[in-house]
């Protein structure tokens, strides 16, 4: 069955950098666009980035454009989201999104707190 699971969020300082990973099993991954997506307490589910199956083209909200780079490894079958230059907005919990075959899928999720 389709799985992902994210990792690498934490607690950083404004101005600080973190990277986020997604590891992807149970379904041809390079086949598929991957997306990073986010919600806070309050707030709807927002749409951070997304990147295509054989990265070679990446697209990003305005409000992370700059600051944040998505990149994937087909060979490990993993998504990264490098964030740097954080700001308390950033704060939310940050989820992998897979579309297969009209089908959504999501992690768990993995929690960024920016806060000094």
């Known amino acids: 069955q389709v799985q992902l699971v994210e990792s690498g969020g934490g607690l950083v300082q404004p101005g600080g950098s973190l990277r986020l990973s997604c590891a992807a099993s149970?379904?041809?991954?390079?086949?598929?666009?991957m997306a990073w997506l986010r919600q806070s307490p309050g707030k709807g589910l927002e749409w951070v980035s997304n990147?295509?199956?054989?990265?070679?083209?990446?697209y990003y909200a305005a409000s992370v454009k700059g600051r944040f780079t998505i990149s994937r490894d087909n060979a490990k079958n993993t998504v990264d989201l490098q964030m740097n230059s954080l700001k308390p907005e950033d704060s939310a919990m940050y989820y992998c999104n897979a579309r297969i075959l009209g089908a959504s899928y999501w992690g768990q999720g993995t929690q960024v707190t920016v806060s000094s």
């Open positions: 990147i295509n199956e054989g990265g070679g083209a990446a």
């Open positions: 149970g379904f041809t991954f390079s086949s598929y666009y």
